[in-house]
C-alpha cells in the first residue's frame, strides 16, 4: 500500500488548513485509515481516524471540535479538514492505514505516508 499525504503550510493561530492522503496499492477493505503526528522532540501521536465505509470516525481529545475527518471511497482518498489552529498543532502529519482492531496503536500500523509539515503560528 502507498500513502501520498498533502496540504501542510504554514498558517495563523486560528486559521484553518485541509490536508489529503490518497491511497493506492493492496486490499483496503475492512481497514481504517488516518493521521497521526509528531511534533518535534515529542512521540507520534494520534489525530484521527476513519473507517473505510466513513461510517466510524473517532479523534484524539485535543483535536475534537476543531478537525473533521472525511473520506471519498471513489478515489481512495481521506482528507483532514483542521479548524481553529493552535500553535500546538504544529506538527509533522503522517497518514496511515492498518486493521481496524489495530488502531490507535502506531507500533501495529504497517503503511505510512511521507508526512507533511503543519505549521502554526501565534
Known amino acids: 500500500v502507498q500513502l501520498q499525504a498533502s496540504g501542510g503550510g504554514e498558517v495563523d493561530s486560528g486559521g484553518s488548513l485541509r490536508l489529503s492522503c490518497v491511497a493506492s496499492?493492496?486490499?483496503?477493505?475492512?481497514?481504517?485509515m488516518g493521521w497521526f503526528r509528531q511534533a518535534q522532540g515529542k512521540e507520534r501521536e494520534f489525530v484521527s481516524a476513519?473507517?473505510?465505509?466513513?461510517?466510524?470516525?473517532f479523534h484524539a481529545d485535543a483535536v475534537k471540535g476543531r478537525f473533521a475527518i472525511s473520506k471519498h471511497n471513489a478515489n481512495n482518498t481521506i482528507h483532514l479538514q483542521m479548524n481553529s489552529l493552535k500553535p500546538e498543532d504544529t506538527a509533522v502529519y503522517y497518514c496511515?492505514?492498518?486493521?481496524?482492531?489495530?488502531?490507535?496503536?502506531?507500533?501495529?500500523?504497517?503503511?505510512w505516508g511521507q508526512g507533511t509539515l503543519v505549521t502554526v503560528s501565534s
Open positions: 496511515t492505514v492498518g486493521p481496524t482492531e489495530n488502531w490507535p496503536r502506531p507500533d501495529r500500523l504497517d503503511y
Open positions: 496499492g493492496g486490499t483496503l477493505s475492512r481497514q481504517m
Open positions: 476513519i473507517s473505510w465505509d466513513g461510517g466510524i470516525k
